[in-house]
């Protein structure tokens, strides 16, 4: 079991960057992958970065060359680097992990990007 807090989302301009953290509540070493999720109004939840062994990462074409997910082992975290953002990236971030059979979830936080 493990308990995920992200933070970091707001309110940002077309363009401007973010970066999302989420922090487990137990070694990163222990968890078989971690990644992000995305869910907007009326769509389904969707991949955008995933992290499996604590240096192979997994980041769809869609998003590929303006996010980054990266751990920082020491403090149990899980970053979502975001750059260039645009309307289309509005949604609610979640942070997820799976240790075995099983799949945990953050409570999410929401990215607006608007002018």
């Known amino acids: 079991q493990v308990q995920l807090v992200e933070s970091g989302g707001g309110l940002v301009q077309p363009g401007g960057s973010l970066r999302l953290s989420c922090a487990a509540s137990?070694?990163?070493?222990?968890?078989?992958?971690m990644g992000w999720y995305r869910q907007a109004p009326g769509k389904q939840r969707e991949l955008v970065a995933g992290i499996f062994g604590s240096s192979s990462t997994n980041v769809p074409a869609s998003v590929k060359g303006r996010f980054a997910i990266s751990v920082d082992n020491a403090k149990n975290t899980v970053y979502l680097q975001m750059n260039n953002l645009n309307a289309e990236d509005t949604a609610v971030y979640y942070c997820n992990a799976k240790i075995g059979p099983y799949d945990y979830w953050g409570q999410g936080t929401q990215v607006t990007v608007s002018s």
């Open positions: 137990r070694s990163i070493f222990s968890i078989n992958a």
